[in-house]
């Protein structure tokens, strides 16, 4: 087994946000969770599509995502589904995050989030949210890479 490949899962993709958004550069980041949120990710119950990233005070904060209560635990000690929840960012990353954000008006999005030997990571992207025509160009692109691919297949 290759080192790149050993230990690594994908837990949850955000399909919708490479539609929404033009992809410029993407992070790596680990995430502060408690115990409850580790299983409850393990068991593949998170849901990225809403959420979005922040740098405050210094800190990159992933914002509304979903991640249910875990099941085998009692009510008293389970966690809030949509509580924010810190990124562990290097400190010249998050430098970097806050002048492209800030000054380019660009958006922090989670890709997908995986377990890499281990510890839950999350891919942040650096965005710019397309237009309606963007969208519309991306979809005849792929309708026309699946023509050709039917056409090259028949051949």
Excluded: C
């Amino acid at each position: 087994m290759s080192e790149k490949s050993e230990g690594y899962k994908v837990i949850t993709d955000n399909r919708q946000a490479r539609f929404l958004y033009e992809i410029l550069d993407t992070y790596e980041a680990g995430i502060e969770l408690t115990g409850t949120e580790v299983k409850s990710i393990r068991a593949g119950k998170v849901n990225l599509q809403d959420g979005y990233a922040l740098i405050r005070d210094g800190q990159a904060w992933l914002i509304n995502v979903h991640i249910s209560p875990y099941t085998s635990s009692g009510q008293y000690f389970n966690h809030e589904p949509r509580r924010t929840r810190r990124l562990l960012l290097h400190n010249d990353e998050i430098r970097k995050l806050i002048g492209r954000v800030e000054q380019q008006g660009l958006t922090l999005v989670p890709l997908k989030m995986y377990l890499k030997r281990g510890w839950v990571k999350v891919s942040i992207a650096v965005g710019r949210g397309k237009k309606l025509h963007d969208k519309r160009e991306d979809i005849k692109r792929r309708q026309d890479q699946r023509d050709m691919q039917r056409a090259m297949k028949n051949y």
